[in-house]
């Protein structure tokens, strides 16, 4: 990981522009801005001050349903040293090309650059993570990395290179500031913030989604990663049985007691409620989803899927297309 000058000790000021895209998260907003908040209630001092901007500077539609104030437009983030882009779902309707031609242009007045979510596709696009490590919210690591080639994208919660950091989700965002406050002001202070939050501070190498439950049998919770590594190659549930040292009947027992499911059926809805988010937040043809999630066809991938969600693929895309027709 490699770090530029915004992360050495210092005691003077930090200032961070976040720009928010519409559809957003509450919650990513919260984790970048209330860790730099807590810090400055524990130093006694304004170590680190912040401002929102909006891509045209009227308050931002949340996905919650709340709108977000706003301070102006992104020309407003100039005199920040960090501007962050935080942006959540509907990117071909809220990352115009003005707003991507402006960021592009204003990219170079900051020490730092970054994207939280899908902020980095916002980045991406804009041509600032070219011949950068970044990483992205898990669901969309391999459209990245297919969409830009010129990226070394990797699985990590947050990634810093050089003048940019990328940072995959709400989560990681508080790790992230925990490791900015920790680089700034020691270790002690990053430490108190955390505890605020009754919050555990994750390094940006480790992987996105957590470990799985202690509670679960070591067993069960193997059997879930391989699945959920699997998505687009499915292996049948005898073989998933055998390479965590099982008998197929011990490992549906196992399931059905730990989440009162089968191992078939589990792995079934992984992959199900993986092509669903692809045809809502993506423009992959339905052959391609199908063949992301393990189906042998569009034929067998329509039948799985109106029997779990009462509907067959055609018509949820239509739906999410009305809805979002850009």
Known sequence: MTENAIFQPSREPLTIALLVLPQASILEVASALDPLRNANRQLGSEAYRWRVVSP???PVPLTCGIELPSSGPLAHASGADALI?????????VATRPLIRDLRRIAPRFQLVGGIDAGPWVLARAGLLDSHRATVHWEDLEDLAAAHPHIDVVPDRFVIDRNRVTISGAAPAQDFMLHLIRSRHGAALARQVAASFLATHRPGHEPQIAPQDPALDPRVAAALARMEARIDAPEPAAAT?????????RLEALFRQA??????AH??????????RMLTDTRHPIAEVALRTGFSGPATFSRAFRARFGQPPVSLRRQARALHPT
Request: avoid cysteine; charge should be positive; aromatic fraction near 2%.
């Open 56 to 58: 045209d500077g009227a």
């Open 85 to 93: 882009v935080i942006a959540g779902y509907r990117l071909a309707e």
């Open 241 to 249: 049985a055998r390479a965590v040292g099982l008998s197929p009947r």
């Open 259 to 264: 989440l009162d499911t089968t191992p078939a």
């Open 267 to 276: 792995a079934l809805d992984l992959r199900l409620q993986a092509a669903r």
